[in-house]
Each structure stands twice: as structure tokens, then as C-alpha cells.
């Protein structure tokens, strides 16, 4: 099983972020994934919407290419969550950008609901750039476009499994995974959205997910600026996601 | 001729849309960006309903107590051959109507009502609290709470509840308690009441009414159309229909219903809609969602306590004409039909009140049946549609989503 760290880039603020970014690399995880800030994180959860604003604020091009910088040499592959909304006009340019700056691909949320007719045409150009688009599916997302979107993409899958990030409703998830893995058998695929706590890693891990993207459950550390508290949460992840 | 066991016709798993979409749905979204509106659903809501309403799964089992009750309120629904009506259209086709009017309560609204009773009461909850509108989904939910052996508070919009008094009548009969809405029992509703002490009351006041007296207790929200989970157990419309059809030796060439939340439609239609069947569905003129409507995130309440939903919509601020129609006054549509009606999958009209009303007196005379004012829209439709002469030889199928049994101080005398 894999292991994917989500942070909203630099939340709480960039002096905070340096140190717990530092800090997170002192375990296992295999993937990095840095939110770019947005103004309106719609679906996105309260917790993760919140980090947004004080991270737009802080905000720095060149603490970004760093820390890829370093991720990457610490062997961990880097992508970012951002909204096609974000980055919709100056695709060209945005796109370069993160390649220039060592990201392996993005994972747009907003790609298939609020974009659909472009989904394809981002695939194409990201392709160009040489990055890989990360395709974003939940359980509202219709069958035949997860065949379509998974026969024009070859990277990891990842699969929201809640409504959300960080709340939980009540979800099979047996059936979320089954169903996901029948559709694209051949796929690595990574549950993210309401993760947060050793059942549901256990859950998921039985019923056969390739891996878990963790991020809300990471903030009230940050926010708080506790440091022990965030390696124990992480301590707990890797337990869970490579612990026998 | 043989008939056919009811056992036969019931089917024993309720049909999901979703991953048979054309798109995506958009999830839903949170109003207040500093809160969670999804989240409290967990509050409101009983938990198998919340999981049905995020499935991805096609088809979900519908549990032997249901299909019980089910048999107990008058499923499966006949399907019946309007010959009357071909006739005096001079129709060179066939047309059908589903009678959900012969249910219990009179509409399809137990439909569901039934299900979201069954698992509030397997969680042991001990009241459940709604709106209506019409009444129709009101009378249900009473229903289906004293089936299950729990209470049930129903807020009424206050134009409904004043010219409906037989629907609080039989809500009571059934075990309900009703209040008009806006009301003086939730913070929403006394805060529409000092604005405007004659408020005529909106269906999305009396959700946000009904949501916040259910917060409040600690009960569950049951909830009458919109959300995925309603548009699910409503498929058993659908179902129904095209084995009855099946047995007939007849297809149907085109599906006509009438929308307010878009439930009955969704219910009806969905389960045909791989096939090539033309679909149209029926709004009120006065509620003209679909021509000038946006697609777009909008409240399913007024309130806002509700997370928001892609759709067509008015505005949730849109406060409706008095029509009869209780059932149409509502400002948006079910994402799910709404995502479709953008496709182009399914077709849309508009029908004044003064139109529906003809369609109710010629489907009374010809075959007997008192449609309600809601349905009578969705006839209106079948009777310009057969008139065509483009459509002669076809089958035209409609719900007739209720009768009209309770509705009839509408008829001038």
C-alpha cells in the first residue's frame, strides 16, 4: 500500500510549513501533494478551505520550486491539487510552469464536473508538458467516463471516498473499492477524502485500495503548531499504511 | 388473458442513475464556507439514507419489510390503456398511464415515504419531521411514521394548509401532526413571520423549517423529492412500468410526466433511460424553471441549512404564484434530471394552470379518474402531443402522479 501527504502550499504560513514539511520527511510516504491556494475551494471541506485563505496569503513561486526540489531528491514524487478554475486561462503558461518546477502530473477536482467537454483537452496538453493528469473519480462519477478518462491517462487513480474532504458520511466501502477496481482493473488507485484514523486504513487496506491520500487530518497540528502531535498522526498513517 | 402475481411486477431493487449518467453529477456544495452543510446531514438524516444518497452502486436491494408494505399500500400501480382518451383525441396510437392515484395515500409520494420511515425507525429513531407542499408527500410520511410505529411533524406551507384542510384532516387520521409554515415553532420560521405576518409560506421555507425543528429535537428530516436517494426508491415506478409493458407485448415510444422536485418524472423515466425513448417532462408556467431557470448551485432550502445542489433553478428565493399545483411551486429540479434535460436527453414543456385544468376535466370524463392538479399538467402535454399529427400511431406513456380526490374545491361550481 501507498502512502500520498496532502498540504496546502504553505500553510499556516511559510516558516511553519518549512519545518513541518521538514518534519514529514523524516518518515515514509511515497507521495507528495501540494494544494496550490485558491479563492473558493468548493470541493473541498471546511478544514482544508480554511488553510487555503492563510496560505494564499503566503504564498511563494520560489518556496514552491524548493520544496519540490527537495521532495524530489528525498525520493518522494510530487503533485499538486489544483482547481482547473485556478489556472483555466494561462493554461499554457501554468502548466510549464509546474514542470519546470520537477511536479510528475495534477490532480484537478473540478475537471469533471464543472469542465467536462475540456477534460480531454487538458489531458492532451498536459501530456505535452510531460506532466500526467491524476484522474479524479467519486462515487457520482458515471461509468463510462471513468473507462473514458482512465483510457486516455496512464498514471495513478485517485478516488474521493467521501462527499468531501475531511467529514465522513456513512459509505460502503467494499463496494466503493470493488467497483472502482472492476472498472479499472489495471490501475494503482489512492483513496482520499475523509481519511483519518487506523479502522478506515484497515478498511481499505482489506478491501484491497492501493494506497491513501491524508491531509485534513494533518491540519489541527499545524494549526496549533504542534509537532509531536503531527508526527503521531503520521507515525499512525505509516502503521497503518505499511504495518503488516 | 392471465393476471399477473403483484410479486411479479415489484421489483426487488431500487435503480440509481447515477453511474449510468451521461456526465458527472456535481457533488454537493457547502453554502457557508466556514461550515459543513454536508456533514449535518449526518445529523438529520438516517444513516442508510445518507449512504444510498453517496452510492455509487447501480442497483440497491430493497429490504423484505418494504416490499411488504409496499404490497400492503397498492403496488404495483396499474398500468392502464386510456382508450377513452384515444378515442375522443382521435389518437391513431396508444396511450398508457401509470395510476400512482391508487396508492394508499394517493400519490407516489409513499414511495419513498416508506423506506426513509423504515430506516429511521431501524435506527430507533422515535419521530420524523418533513414539509409538504400539496400535501401529498405530507399524507405519506404520516403514513408511512405510523406504519413504522413512530411519530411525525409535518410543516405545511401556509397557502396549501389553508386551501387544502382535507390533507390535514387525513395527515391527522394517519397519525401526523401539521403546522403551517412559516410558523412560530423554528427561529427560520418566526423570522419570515416578522418580515411578513401573511407570508403565503414556500416549500423551501418549510424544508428549512423542517430541518431546523428536526436539528433542534434531535429527530430525522425525511425528505419528499430533489435529493439522489428519493429519485431512487422512486425508480420503482419506472420498474414497474416496463415489466407491466413487458407482459403487455407493447414499448413505449415516449415517457410524459410532470415535474415540482422532479421525483414522480425521475422515478417514471430513469429506469428507461438507456433506451431511445423520447422523455418529457411537464413543469407549470407560472414555475418556468426549465425556459427561464439557470442551471446552476442553488439552496434546496431558504434557510440555507441544506448543502447547495446543481440544478435548474429559479432561485431559492423565488416565492411562486398561489397555483393549485402545490406540487409544481417548487424553484428547482433533482440534479440528476436536471443534468439530463441539459444533455438534451430529456424534453421539456410548460403548462398554465388554466391548461392543466381543461387536461384534468377531459381525463375525468373520459376515464374517470380525477387527476391532481399536478398530474393534470403532465395530461395537458399527452393531449397536445397525441393532437400532433407527427405523433399519430405511437405509444405515449404518463404517470399519473396522484389523484386529484382531495383537491376538488379547485372546481368551480
Known sequence: ?244 | MYKIADEEIIPRRWYNIVPDLPEPLSPPRDHDPEKSSIDLLNKILPKEILRQEFTSSRYEDIPDEVIEQYLQIGRPTPLVRAVNLERILGFRGKIFFKNEGATATGSHKINTALPQAYYARKEGVEEVVTETGAGQWGTATALAATLNNIRSTIFMVRVSYEQKPLRKKIIKLYGGNTYASPSNLTEYGRKVLAKDPGHPGTLGIAISEAVQYALEKGYKYMMGSVENTVITHQSIIGQETRRQLEFMGESADTLIGCVGGGSNFSGFSFPFVESETEMIATAASEVPKFSKGDYKYDLIDTAGIMPELKMFSLGSDFVPPSIYAGGLRYHGAAPALSLLIREGRIKTEEVTEEKSMEAMGIFARTQGIVPAPESSHAIATVIDYCKNPENQGKTVVFNLSGHGLLDLSIIRD
Open chain 1, 1 to 244: 500500500m501507498k502512502l500520498a501527504l496532502y498540504f496546502t502550499f504553505p500553510y499556516p504560513n511559510r516558516e511553519s510549513f518549512i519545518r513541518f514539511f521538514h518534519g514529514s520527511l523524516n518518515h515514509k510516504y511515497d507521495y507528495l501533494e501540494l494544494g496550490i491556494p485558491t479563492e473558493f475551494p468548493y470541493y473541498d471541506g471546511p478544514i482544508i478551505r480554511k488553510t487555503h485563505k492563510s496560505a494564499g496569503e503566503n504564498y511563494s513561486e520560489n518556496l514552491l520550486r524548493e520544496t519540490v526540489k527537495e521532495a524530489i531528491s528525498k525520493k518522494r514524487k510530487v503533485y499538486t491539487l489544483v482547481y482547473y478554475n485556478h489556472f483555466k486561462k494561462d493554461r499554457k503558461d501554468f502548466l510549464q510552469n509546474l514542470k519546470s518546477m520537477g511536479f510528475s502530473g495534477a490532480i484537478v477536482p473540478d475537471l469533471l464536473t464543472d469542465f467536462f467537454p475540456e477534460r480531454f483537452e487538458l489531458v492532451d496538453a498536459m501530456n505535452e508538458e510531460g506532466l500526467s493528469l491524476i484522474p479524479f473519480f467519486t462515487s457520482s462519477t458515471p461509468d463510462k467516463i471513468i473507462r473514458d478518462v482512465t483510457g486516455r491517462t496512464d498514471d495513478w487513480i485517485y478516488h474521493g471516498l467521501q462527499p468531501s474532504t475531511g467529514i465522513r458520511v456513512p459509505v460502503s466501502t467494499d463496494l466503493m473499492v470493488n467497483r472502482i477496481r472492476s472498472l479499472c482493473p489495471e490501475r494503482e488507485i489512492i483513496f482520499g477524502f475523509g481519511i483519518n484514523g487506523p479502522e478506515i486504513i484497515h478498511e481499505l487496506k482489506a478491501s484491497g485500495a492501493d494506497g491513501i491520500a491524508v491531509g485534513s487530518s494533518l491540519i489541527p497540528s499545524m494549526e496549533t503548531d504542534d509537532m509531536d502531535s503531527f508526527h503521531r498522526e503520521i507515525h499512525m498513517l505509516e502503521e497503518g499504511v505499511y504495518g503488516e
